[in-house]
């Protein structure tokens, strides 16, 4: 029990989240692309189980179950590449080949979309600064007058 409390202490590091501008901007823009992130999941996921079905009917000699193509076809996706299963006839290749370009794809539009929201964003608050300058500005020169 003591251990977990002392586990639990350090998700006290988590209250500094709140100081820090560059993640409450992050936290701004997953809120703000949740639909197209919700979008590029869905697509992800569509993309394993095509990927799994045309691999598992292509190379029936290396993959026993469809479980096991799921699994070759989130690796690939991932890009993470164990080897542990791989296409061994001239089909099964090119299927994995084309799976690997299209997963590359798939795994870029997720930073692009929070790319472009972030420097939005940061444009955003850029302006509202100046905006806040400007005024604070106007205010000393009419307490000038």
């Known amino acids: 029990m003591l251990r977990m409390m002392r586990a639990l202490r350090g998700l006290r590091v988590l209250k500094a989240v709140r100081y820090s501008k560059s993640l409450r901007i992050i936290g701004e823009v997953l809120k703000e692309a949740k639909e197209p992130l919700v979008a590029v999941a ?6 394993i189980f095509v990927s799994a079905l ?11 179950d469809f479980f096991e193509a799921l699994y070759w ?3 690939l996706l991932t890009t993470v590449g164990f ?4 296409p061994v006839t001239v089909i099964g290749r090119v299927v994995a080949m084309c799976s690997s370009i299209f997963g590359i794809a798939i795994v870029a539009l ?5 790319t472009a929201g972030y420097m939005r964003q940061i444009g955003i608050k850029a302006k509202e600064e100046a905006v806040v300058e400007q005024r604070s500005a ?3 020169d009419a307490a000038d007058v």
């Not at 045309?54 to 026993?64: G, L, T, Y």
């Open 73 to 75: 076809a989130t690796v």
């Open 110 to 114: 997720p930073s692009a979309i929070i």
């Open 138 to 140: 106007e205010n000393e």
């Open 42 to 47: 869905s697509l992800a996921i569509a993309y």
């Open 83 to 86: 080897g542990d299963i791989t």
């Open 54 to 64: 045309v691999i598992f009917n292509a190379e029936p000699d290396s993959f026993h």
